[in-house]
Nanobody
């Protein structure tokens, strides 16, 4: 079992920045990737990016590449999503998930509760 708790969401103006955190607890297997997804109202859950828990290698969607950065601190059991130059289109609930790497949210068994990010124009 893996438990995930996101935090750090909020309201920010376009062009601003936010850092989301995902606190990880439980049994994290060596092959796990910690992945960020987001879901806007009326839309499907969308892959944002992920990081290999052990290796630290990262993967990102084209829509956020160059603006968002994923990192992790294993000593603090936390994964971060640094979001710069935010756009109104980034408004969504952001979720942290754990499992083998996939861009398909249906393949993940472990999810956090989500944190709302709202970007005003």
């Amino acid at each position: 079992q893996v438990q995930l708790v996101e935090s750090g969401g909020g309201l920010v103006q376009a062009g601003g920045s936010l850092t989301l955190s995902c606190a990880v607890s439980g049994r994290v297997l060596s092959g796990y990737v910690m992945t960020w997804f987001r879901q806007a109202p009326g839309k499907e859950r969308e892959f944002v990016g992920g990081i290999n828990w052990i290796l630290g290698s990262t993967f990102q969607s084209d829509s956020v590449k160059g603006r968002f950065t994923i990192s992790r601190d294993r000593a603090k059991n936390t994964v971060y999503l640094l979001m710069n130059n935010l756009e109104p289109e980034d408004t969504a609930v952001y979720y942290c998930a754990a499992g083998g790497f996939s861009r398909n949210p249906a393949t993940y068994n472990y999810w956090g509760q989500g944190t709302q990010v709202t970007v005003s124009s």
